[in-house]
C-alpha cells in the first residue's frame, strides 16, 4: 500500500509523464501546431513542479494575524491611480490613453497585486484583504469603460441596450417583441431599466456599472461561501482572489448579458442555501429571500438553467456519497457540507414549467443540441472540418510550428500555463491534506473537474465558453488552494520564495490583460486561442463609428431599405433597433441577398466574422486597398466618414438569388482551418 504522502508526491510526476505522452500523441495525431500549443500543459506542470518540490507548506491557517494596513493604503492607491489615469491623459500631451491604459496593465496592477501577495504573507487582517481584492478586480472593467466609446465584447450588448431604451421610453418591457426570446426572460433589461431610471445614466453606463457592483459582489459572495464551507477566513480571501484573476469573471462585469446576470444570482441562491442547510436559526428568513431569487431568476435566463443542471446534481449527491464512504472509514472525517436542495430543485423544476408553459426554448434546445454535437470536432491541421478563413486583397498567413511556439507566450498562453500551474498545485495540496478540506469535498470536485473546460481545448465546438463562467466559483476554490500554496510557503529563503511569488505575477498580470481584449495591440501577436496569426476581432466601436451606426440606421429605416454587412456592423446597427442581413464572401467578392451593401472604414483594420448560416462561423480579412477599390467600383448611395452603402454597378446576380459586390481582379485566397 502506498501513503498518502506518496501518492501526493508522486502525483505531479505522473501529470507531467502524461502531459509529454499526450503532447507526443498531439503532434503525432493533429499535427505539430496544434501538438505544440497544447504544450501549455506541459509547461505548466512543469512549473508546478518545481515550485511544489522546492518549497515547504504547512496548513492553511490563519492563527498569528498581523496587521499589514500600511501597505494596503498603497494598493488602494495604485487602484484609485489606475482608474483616475486614463480621463487624466486628455490634458497629458506626452501619454495618450492607450500608453496609459497599457501602464496600468503591466505596472500598476503587478504592483498593486505584489503588495496583496506581501500582506497575505505577512497575515493581514482577511476584510481588509478582502476589500483590496475587490479593489483590484474593478481596475479592469473601469479602465476598459474608461478607454472604449461602446464596448461589445462577443456582441450581445447593443441589442440589450437598446432594449434597455425602449423600455425606459415605453415604460414596459412588453415593448420587446415577441418573436424575440427575452420577451419572455426580460429580467436583465428591466433592471438596467430600473437604475436608469433611478440613477440618471445613459442605458449603456447602467449596463457596465450593474455589471461591475454584480461582480464585485459575487467575489464577495466566493468568499462567504468558502468561509461557510471550511470555517477559515483565509481560504475565503484565497478563493476570492482566485475568482478575481479567472478571465470569465473578469470579462463578465463589461460582458454583462443575461447569463451573467443570472449566474451571478445562481451563486447567491447557492451560498443563502448552503447557509440555510448549516445555519437552522435563519431558516426563515434565508427561504424567503431564496424564493425571491428563484422568482428573479425564472424571468432572466434560460440556458443558465441547463448549464447548472449538472453542477446543482453534482453538488447534492456528490456530498450523500462522500459522507457515506467517510462513515465506513475508521476515523473521524468531517462530514461534506450540502446545499439545501429546496430552493435549486424549485428554480430548475419552476423554469420547466415556465418554458413548457409559454411553449418556449424547449424545442431550440433540442435543435441546437443536436447541430452543436453534430458540428463538434477535433482540431486539426486543415481538410474539411473548422472555420473557413477567407481573404480579399490579402494573403492568408499561414499556421507553422514557429508561431505556434510564439503563441505560448501571448497573453492566452502566459495565462493558461500559470492556471494550470497553480491548479496543479491546488490539487496536490488537496490531497496531501484531504482532512482539511473534507469538508467541501463536492465544490472541489467540481472546482478540478471543471477546469478542463476553462483551459483551451483542440475543439471545434459552438458554445462551449457558456459552460465556462458556471464553473467559475468551483474552479476557484482550486486556483485559490494552489495560491495559498504559492504565497505562503513556510521557507524564508528569498530564492525559494522568489519563483512562487513570479507566477502568481504572471497569472495576476495575463488575467487582467487577456481580459483587457479591447487593447489590441496587446493582442497582436498570434494567441493560444487561435490557429493563424490574424488580426483581432473587433471588440468596441468608437465615437465616430457609433453617430455613424446611428445615422446610417436613422437612413435606412427611412427609406425602407435592408442592406447586407458583416456581424459586427449588424449588432452595431441592433443597437438603434435595425436589422441588417449577412454577407459572404469568395471567389474575390462579397454577395448580399439584400441589393445593397454597408461597409465601414474599420474593416481592414480587423478580423471581420461572417454568419452565413446558423451556428456555422466564418472569418474574413479584407485589405484597405480592396476595401477603397469596392467603393469606388460600384455606387455609393450614402456615405459617413466612417460607414458607407453601396449598391452593385451592373446589379449581378448570382445563381443563389444574391447580389454580387466586387473589385476587379484581385488577390484572394480561402483555406479551412481548425
Known amino acids: 500500500m502506498y501513503s498518502r504522502e506518496t501518492v501526493q508526491r508522486s502525483l505531479l510526476v505522473v501529470w507531467v509523464v502524461m502531459a509529454l505522452a499526450g503532447l507526443g500523441i498531439a503532434v503525432t495525431v493533429?499535427?505539430?501546431?496544434?501538438?505544440?500549443?497544447?504544450?501549455?500543459?506541459?509547461?505548466?506542470?512543469?512549473?508546478?513542479?518545481?515550485?511544489?518540490?522546492?518549497?515547504?507548506?504547512?496548513?492553511?491557517?490563519?492563527?498569528?494575524?498581523?496587521?499589514?494596513?500600511?501597505?494596503?493604503?498603497?494598493?488602494?492607491?495604485?487602484?484609485?491611480?489606475s482608474i483616475l489615469i486614463i480621463p487624466a491623459t486628455e490634458r497629458l500631451p506626452l501619454v495618450d490613453a492607450l500608453t496609459a491604459t497599457t501602464a496600468i496593465l503591466l505596472i500598476g496592477l503587478p504592483v498593486g497585486y505584489m503588495l496583496l501577495a506581501i500582506q497575505m504573507r505577512r497575515r493581514a487582517h482577511p476584510r481588509w484583504l478582502l476589500a483590496q481584492i475587490v479593489a483590484l478586480y474593478v481596475v479592469s472593467p473601469i479602465i476598459k469603460y474608461q478607454a472604449t466609446r461602446f464596448y461589445v465584447g462577443r456582441g450581445d450588448t447593443p441589442t440589450h441596450v437598446h432594449w434597455v431604451d425602449q423600455i425606459v421610453a415605453s415604460g414596459t418591457w412588453q415593448v420587446i417583441p415577441q418573436s424575440d426570446f427575452y420577451y419572455y426572460f426580460p429580467g436583465l433589461q428591466t433592471l438596467l431599466g430600473?437604475?436608469?431610471?433611478?440613477?440618471?445614466?445613459?442605458?449603456?453606463?447602467?449596463?457596465?456599472?450593474?455589471?461591475?457592483?454584480?461582480y464585485s459582489a459575487v467575489i464577495c459572495v466566493g468568499y462567504l461561501l468558502a468561509t461557510a464551507i471550511f470555517e477559515e477566513r483565509i481560504v475565503g480571501c484565497f478563493v476570492a482572489l482566485g475568482l478575481s484573476l479567472l478571465v470569465p469573471v473578469i470579462t463578465a462585469s463589461t460582458y454583462f448579458y443575461p447569463q451573467s446576470l443570472a449566474t451571478a444570482i445562481v451563486f447567491i441562491l447557492l451560498l443563502i442555501a448552503l447557509q440555510n442547510a448549516t445555519r437552522p436559526s435563519s431558516t426563515a428568513s434565508y427561504t424567503v429571500l431564496s424564493f425571491v431569487l428563484v422568482g428573479m431568476l425564472w424571468f432572466t435566463h434560460h440556458l443558465t438553467v441547463v448549464l447548472f443542471i449538472p453542477i446543482v446534481l453534482a453538488l447534492l449527491?456528490?456530498?450523500?456519497?462522500?459522507?457515506?464512504?467517510?462513515?465506513?472509514?475508521?476515523?473521524?472525517?468531517?462530514?461534506?457540507?450540502?446545499?439545501?436542495?429546496?430552493?435549486?430543485?424549485?428554480w430548475i423544476a419552476g423554469s420547466i414549467l415556465y418554458w413548457a408553459y409559454r411553449n418556449v426554448f424547449i424545442?431550440?434546445?433540442?435543435?441546437?443540441?443536436?447541430?452543436?454535437?453534430?458540428?463538434?470536432?477535433?482540431?486539426?491541421?486543415?481538410?474539411?472540418?473548422?472555420?473557413?478563413?477567407?481573404?480579399?486583397?490579402?494573403?492568408?498567413?499561414?499556421?507553422?510550428?514557429?508561431?505556434?511556439?510564439?503563441?505560448?507566450?501571448?497573453?492566452?498562453?502566459?495565462?493558461?500555463?500559470?492556471?494550470?500551474?497553480?491548479?496543479?498545485?491546488?490539487?496536490?495540496?488537496?490531497?496531501?491534506?484531504?482532512?482539511?478540506?473534507?469538508?467541501?469535498?463536492?465544490?472541489?470536485?467540481?472546482?478540478?473537474?471543471?477546469?478542463?473546460?476553462l483551459l483551451p481545448l483542440p475543439l471545434v465546438a459552438v458554445g462551449l465558453q457558456r459552460f465556462q463562467l458556471p464553473l467559475s466559483m468551483f474552479v476557484a476554490f482550486v486556483v485559490g488552494i494552489g495560491l495559498a500554496r504559492l504565497l505562503l510557503a513556510t521557507d524564508s529563503s528569498l530564492s525559494k520564495i522568489a519563483p512562487a511569488f513570479a507566477v502568481f505575477l504572471l497569472l495576476?498580470?495575463?488575467?487582467?490583460?487577456?481580459?483587457?481584449?479591447?487593447?489590441?495591440?496587446?493582442?497582436?501577436?498570434?494567441?493560444?486561442?487561435?490557429?493563424?496569426?490574424?488580426?483581432?476581432?473587433?471588440?468596441?466601436?468608437?465615437?465616430?463609428?457609433?453617430?455613424?451606426?446611428?445615422?446610417?440606421?436613422?437612413?435606412?429605416?427611412?427609406?425602407?431599405?435592408?442592406?447586407?454587412?458583416?456581424?459586427?456592423?449588424?449588432?452595431?446597427?441592433?443597437?438603434?433597433?435595425?436589422?441588417?442581413?449577412?454577407?459572404?464572401?469568395?471567389?474575390?467578392?462579397?454577395?448580399?441577398?439584400?441589393?445593397?451593401?454597408?461597409?465601414?472604414?474599420?474593416?481592414?483594420?480587423?478580423?471581420?466574422?461572417?454568419?452565413?448560416?446558423?451556428?456555422?462561423?466564418?472569418?474574413?480579412?479584407?485589405?484597405?486597398?480592396?476595401?477603397e477599390n469596392l467603393a469606388r467600383s460600384e455606387n455609393k448611395v450614402y456615405t459617413t466618414n466612417e460607414i458607407g452603402i453601396l449598391v452593385a454597378r451592373n446589379s449581378k446576380q448570382t445563381d443563389e438569388g444574391g447580389v454580387i459586390f466586387s473589385q476587379g481582379n484581385r488577390t484572394t485566397g480561402e483555406r479551412q482551418t481548425a
Open 194 to 214: 430600473s437604475t436608469r431610471l433611478l440613477a440618471g445614466f445613459s442605458s449603456y453606463d447602467a449596463y457596465i456599472l450593474v455589471g461591475t457592483i454584480t
Open 317 to 346: 449527491v456528490l456530498p450523500v456519497i462522500s459522507n457515506r464512504v467517510k462513515g465506513s472509514l475508521a476515523g473521524t472525517i468531517e462530514q461534506s457540507k450540502r446545499p439545501q436542495a429546496l430552493p435549486l430543485v424549485v
Open 363 to 453: 424545442g431550440p434546445l433540442v435543435r441546437s443540441a443536436r447541430e452543436i454535437l453534430a458540428g463538434t470536432v477535433i482540431a486539426g491541421q486543415g481538410g474539411e472540418e473548422g472555420t473557413t478563413v477567407r481573404a480579399l486583397g490579402t494573403a492568408i498567413p499561414d499556421s507553422s510550428a514557429e508561431i505556434a511556439a510564439i503563441s505560448l507566450v501571448s497573453p492566452g498562453g502566459i495565462y493558461n500555463i500559470a492556471l494550470v500551474g497553480v491548479v496543479a498545485l491546488g490539487i496536490v495540496t488537496m490531497v496531501g491534506s484531504l482532512h482539511s478540506y473534507a469538508k467541501g469535498d463536492s465544490f472541489l470536485v467540481v472546482g478540478a473537474i471543471g477546469t478542463t473546460l
Open 30 to 81: 493533429l499535427g505539430p501546431v496544434v501538438g505544440i500549443k497544447s504544450g501549455y500543459v506541459l509547461v505548466g506542470f512543469l512549473i508546478a513542479s518545481y515550485v511544489y518540490y522546492s518549497t515547504s507548506f504547512g496548513r492553511l491557517s490563519w492563527s498569528g494575524s498581523i496587521t499589514a494596513r500600511a501597505l494596503g493604503k498603497a494598493v488602494f492607491l495604485v487602484g484609485i491611480l
Open 508 to 627: 495576476a498580470t495575463a488575467a487582467p490583460v487577456l481580459g483587457a481584449d479591447h487593447h489590441y495591440p496587446l493582442h497582436s501577436g498570434p494567441d493560444l486561442w487561435e490557429n493563424q496569426p490574424l488580426p483581432e476581432h473587433q471588440k468596441d466601436f468608437n465615437e465616430q463609428e457609433m453617430q455613424s451606426l446611428e445615422r446610417v440606421s436613422t437612413f435606412i429605416d427611412r427609406q425602407r431599405i435592408t442592406v447586407g454587412t458583416d456581424w459586427h456592423s449588424q449588432i452595431g446597427l441592433q443597437r438603434f433597433g435595425t436589422d441588417a442581413d449577412g454577407m459572404t464572401i469568395g471567389d474575390d467578392q462579397i454577395r448580399t441577398d439584400s441589393g445593397l451593401l454597408m461597409y465601414r472604414q474599420r474593416w481592414s483594420d480587423h478580423s471581420l466574422r461572417i454568419i452565413p448560416e446558423r451556428l456555422n462561423q466564418e472569418t474574413a480579412i479584407i485589405s484597405e486597398e480592396w476595401r
